[in-house]
């Protein structure tokens, strides 16, 4: 949308996106080579988190969506109270419904999110339940232990 300035300018409004926290791109680098115990649990809690940036993300386009399908189909209305054009007035709530699709099918992407967040963090706590343990007393036992992949079959 935009508006007029005073010196009559069509300006682009602020954003209606609501506000979420970026990501940013400062969590761990997981190498693809060396997925030891560590490093497969960082790998792992990384894909939560990003999971849980993902859903919040979601959540906040798919409130948007919502509250500009209300205004289209309100704006629909008030168009056909005014005797607008019965053509504009259709077009005003094809839209609305098409963002109201949107809405719900971003409800889906959330539910993949939200499992994939929960999936890892089963993973997660059963790897650490499993292997924590004998993790915690290689540490302690002060013996070099072989690079993970050392006792692999080929």
Same mark, same amino acid.
């Given at each position: 949308?935009? #508006?007029?300035?005073?010196? #009559?300018? $069509? ?8 506000? @979420?926290?970026? #990501?940013? /791109?400062?969590?761990? @680098? ?7 115990? %560590? ?12 999971? %849980? ?13 919502? &509250? ?14 005014? !005797?607008? /054009?019965?053509?504009?007035?259709? %077009? $005003? ?7 109201? !699709?949107?809405? !719900? ?28 343990? $004998?993790?915690? @007393? ?5 013996? &070099?232990?072989?690079?993970? #992949? ?5």
């Amino acid at each position: 949308m935009s #508006g007029e300035n005073v010196s #009559g300018e $069509i300006v682009p409004r602020e954003s209606y996106v609501p506000a @979420v926290p970026d #990501g940013g /791109d400062n969590l761990p @680098v997981i190498p693809d080579s060396n997925l030891g115990f %560590l490093s497969l649990g960082a790998a792992v809690a990384l894909l939560a988190s990003r999971a %849980l940036l993902l859903k919040e993300k979601v959540w906040a386009l798919q409130r948007l969506f919502q &509250r500009n399908a209300d205004k289209a189909s309100n704006m629909s209305e008030m168009c056909d109270a005014a !005797e607008v /054009d019965p053509q504009y007035t259709a %077009l $005003i709530m094809e839209g609305s419904n098409a963002l109201r !699709e949107v809405a !719900e099918a971003s409800g889906d992407l959330v539910n993949a999110a939200d499992t994939a967040q929960t999936d890892a963090q089963v993973f997660n706590d059963a790897h650490q339940g499993e292997y924590g343990g $004998i993790y915690e @007393v290689t540490q302690s036992m002060g013996v &070099r232990q072989p690079k993970p #992949g050392f006792n692999e079959v080929k």
